[in-house]
């Protein structure tokens, strides 16, 4: 739909869209925005996927118009559309964006096959259908919706960008599935692996079973030696990864869950270099994957690193299935996981209403229902505005008197700027009720410790913890489990102590030839863009240390 006031505008525009993506969706344009929902029920109400609004001399006041729009069609991605020079609107867009009232904005198509304005366009349109989910489904899922398995294995896919249908095994529907598959009494969740060659159904499948039927398991060779092996694939090991293959380095990447880490599970990082509407976290996870991947960067899925050994100057990482990786050099990227909520009675909901980090693949689940999201830092804060869209109402529960020291001013305002979203302060969780999900949740209020029960699904996010666990004795770490890098390692007692003479790299942990980057390093800023960046940074110290030979210790 595109409602301008501005005859130009609206023809070319309308015009562009036509012709790209008139056979798959209705093109509309209105230049009265009273007369917009008229002209929609005279079609029959479709669906609206994109709102774009002018915004400009003929249209100044095209926010509220949008805005007003949005609220009756809240599904649509709003979007402005301005003149190429109109700095002016620069500020209040932005200030819209901000608080949630538009989803981005792009220039008006500068005549015919505007390739620029197609692929925002483009982009704006894969997120909403991303949204709405429903499309082709590569891997079927057929299970119970709070089935702790079955939301994650809906997490792991989704976070990896893998369309995905899931279906109730109780409905109409996916008792069809299973009678189709000739599965009376199958283990849930049942997947079907649909992309292949041959279809392959799967009942309660494990991680590596899952690794093996999407063709991921190719068998590693315990004798190659690898430049660099690369443990995890958040945004620091991406980062690593491609500086590592693109500067000609051998590389094996190792990831347990999905690319992307953290960030994949964020619904739209804002802060990012290079993406002035923002980006969402999965979307650049993908194609930071591709671009390793085109490098020559070789991945291990769905395997985790459980030890280190390292012995004269190679170093192996011995993986969960029991296959090895020898390495000249080892840059841990393991970053870190959510901080458990604590509380027995709600730890037994997990994947059952109680959800770590899931927001983005939940929130759809949400629609109707009141959720609490717990926590006080931007990741909660993003988690309490992607659920808005779904859920009737968000309470985001905070212990603290304030959110001004934790979170982000920016997500601070969106926040007040919904109104299905409620700050409740100096409020804690400290029990559940439910049958087989959580339905109810106990609040104790801190001040005059009443507790009270609403009800209602929670999000727990309240912080993370590194996933050094494995390196613990191998590796210096910090009593919080950080690994300690560079001079961290010669300030004062140290355990393991730094074997050589010459002092640690940056970014060296205590065992010379392995590096850190990212979350998991002892000081690291927590951030998508630092991560990549001490991700690119360890390369540079790989190639000053295998350009120095092999260390021996006393050298
Ligand atoms: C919901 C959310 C929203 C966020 N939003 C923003 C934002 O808007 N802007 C911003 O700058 N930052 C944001 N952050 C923070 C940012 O995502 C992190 O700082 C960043 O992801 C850290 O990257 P990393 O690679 O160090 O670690 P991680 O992202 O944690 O990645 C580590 C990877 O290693 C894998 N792994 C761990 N142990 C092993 C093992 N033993 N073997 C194999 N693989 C292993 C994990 O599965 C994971 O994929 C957000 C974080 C969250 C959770």
């Known amino acids: 739909m595109v409602v301008t006031r501005d005859d130009g505008v609206r023809t070319t525009t309308t015009r562009e869209l036509e012709r790209r993506y008139g056979a798959d969706y209705l093109v509309f344009s209105c230049d ?88 925002a366009v483009t982009e704006v349109l894969d997120e909403w259908s991303s949204r709405q989910g429903g499309g082709f489904e590569a891997v079927r899922i ?15 896919l989704t976070r990896n960008r893998i369309p995905l249908g899931f279906h109730e095994a109780g409905s109409p529907t996916g008792r069809e599935l299973l009678a189709e598959l000739g599965l009376e009494q199958p283990r849930l969740p049942v997947v079907v692996v649909r992309f292949r060659p041959e279809q392959i159904v799967l ?17 590693l060779d315990p004798t190659v030696v690898h430049d660099v092996a690369v443990v995890g694939a958040g945004p620091a090991g991406l980062g690593a990864s491609v500086y590592a293959a693109s500067e000609g380095l051998s590389v094996l990447q190792v990831e347990c869950e999905a690319v992307g880490g953290q960030a994949g599970t964020s619904s739209l990082i804002r802060n990012y270099l290079g993406f002035p509407t923002g980006v969402s976290g999965s979307r650049l996870a993908a194609s930071a994957y591709q671009q390793a991947w085109a490098f020559g960067t070789s991945f291990s899925f769905m395997r985790t690193a459980q030890a280190l050994t390292s012995e004269d100057g190679l170093h192996r990482l011995t993986l969960s299935d029991g296959a090895s990786v020898l390495a000249r050099t080892v840059v841990v990227a393991a970053g870190a996981s959510w901080r458990r909520i604590g509380v027995p009675e709600l730890e037994a909901f997990t994947g059952r209403g109680v959800f770590y980090g899931a927001a983005v693949s939940e929130a759809p689940a949400m629609r109707g229902r009141q ?37 982000s001013e920016y997500l601070i305002r969106e926040l007040v700027a919904l109104p299905n979203v409620e700050v409740r302060y100096r409020v804690q969780v400290v029990g559940g009720r439910g049958a087989d999900v959580l339905e109810r949740v106990v609040l104790r209020d801190l001040d005059t410790g009443a507790e009270t029960e609403e009800p209602g699904m929670l999000f727990v996010m309240i912080g993370s913890e590194p996933r050094t666990g494995w390196l613990a004795g191998v590796l210096a770490r910090d009593p919080w489990g950080f690994l300690l890098t560079g001079a961290a390692l010669t300030a004062g007692d140290v355990d393991p102590a730094w074997p050589l003479h010459r002092p640690p790299a940056l970014l060296e942990t205590s065992t010379p030839g392995v590096f850190a980057a990212g979350d998991v390093r002892q000081g690291s800023v927590k951030r998508v863009a630092s991560a990549v960046g001490e991700g690119a940074l360890a390369v540079t110290l790989v190639h000053a240390y295998l350009a120095a030979g092999r260390d021996r210790p006393g050298r």
């Open 142 to 156: 057929i299970g119970d919706r709070w089935d702790p398995h079955a939301q994650h294995l809906r997490d792991h």
């Open 371 to 407: 959720v609490f999201v717990v926590g006080a830092g931007n990741s909660a804060g993003q988690a309490a505005v992607h659920l808005s869209r779904y859920a009737d109402r968000v309470h985001l529960l905070v212990r603290r008197e304030s959110l001004v020291e934790t979170m």
């Open 32 to 119: 009265d925005p009273v007369r917009v929902d008229e002209a929609l029920t005279a079609r029959g109400d479709p669906p609206v996927a994109l709102l774009l609004g002018g915004l400009g001399d003929a249209d100044p006041d095209g926010l509220r118009v949008l805005r007003g729009l949005h609220g009756t069609h809240p599904e649509a991605m709003a979007v402005a559309l301005v003149r190429w020079g109109a700095w002016e609107t620069a500020r209040p867009i932005f200030e819209a964006i901000t608080v949630g009232q538009l989803d981005r904005w792009l220039y008006v198509p500068r005549g015919r096959a505007d390739e620029e304005f197609h692929h």
């Open 203 to 219: 009942q309660a499948p494990s991680d590596l079973q899952m690794a093996d039927a999407f063709g991921l398991f190719d068998p």
